[in-house]
């Protein structure tokens, strides 16, 4: 187990309805990344969030918005929800130096929410 | 552009039968990470391995070891001595990590079927 917890583990939604996926980070880590996997393919990052704000982004559009507290936990806001929206979303954590080395793709993930928009 | 292809969608072989799984990765950066990652069928993804552009050494751990050649432009993944807990969705990933972005682009996967 990594320590990276996600709640809800699945849950069913509309078009157009509004949700939102939480995230626990690895005690110790001040860094989390959200990813969205659709079915059959790998991976591909939405954004991620270092001293709570945003820290990067891939190409998702506006409506796909995230938090992160200052316990480092986050959640990630999709709006105006779409069929292409189903995935499995997940949530890695990692700890970003602010001086020297850099420890990149250290990430530790969790098990990710399916999400199911109907 | 970045990019990661993996070629091979599925892979089924036979218990204790060595196994590779083909990565080929586009860049224009000349500073970059490659890593691999597992997927079993719980959801996470484990982090199996991580290799910087300037370390061409190729690496073994146990059963597993990597192949690093930029000439290819390639990292391959292979496993000795299959076992069934092996069998598992296999991910390439590329990232040019500038500082402040650890975006990680993957490929899609391969499957890796273990048969008893």
């Known amino acids: 187990e990594t320590g990276v917890t996600q709640s809800p583990t699945h849950l069913i939604k509309t078009r157009g309805q509004q949700v939102t996926l939480r995230c626990s980070s690895q005690?110790?880590?001040?860094?989390v990344s959200w990813y969205q996997q659709a079915l059959g393919q790998g991976p591909q990052f939405i954004f991620q969030y270092y001293r709570e704000e945003e820290n990067g982004r891939g190409n998702f559009p506006p409506r796909f918005s995230g938090l992160q507290f200052p316990n480092y936990s986050s959640e990630l806001n999709v709006n105006a929800l779409e069929l292409d929206d189903s995935a499995l979303y997940l949530c890695a954590s990692s700890f970003y130096r602010t001086s020297g080395s850099r420890q990149t793709g250290e990430l530790f993930f969790g098990e990710g929410s399916r999400l199911t928009v109907l | 552009a970045q990019k990661v292809t993996q070629a091979q969608t599925e892979i089924s072989v036979v218990e204790k039968e060595d196994v590779t799984l083909d990565c080929v990765y586009e860049?224009?950066?000349?500073?970059?990470?490659l890593f691999w990652y597992k997927q079993p069928p719980s959801g996470e993804l484990v982090f199996l391995i991580r290799r910087n552009s300037f370390d061409e050494q190729n690496e073994i751990s146990g059963r597993y070891s990597w192949n690093f050649q930029k000439s290819t432009s390639s990292f391959n993944f292979t496993i000795t001595a299959s076992q069934v807990v092996d069998s598992a969705v296999y991910f390439c990933a590329l990232s040019e990590a500038r500082l402040g972005d650890d975006k990680i682009i993957f490929g899609k996967g391969t499957r890796l079927h273990i048969l008893p």
């Open positions: 860049t224009r950066d000349t500073t970059y990470y």
């Open positions: 005690s110790g880590h001040n860094t």
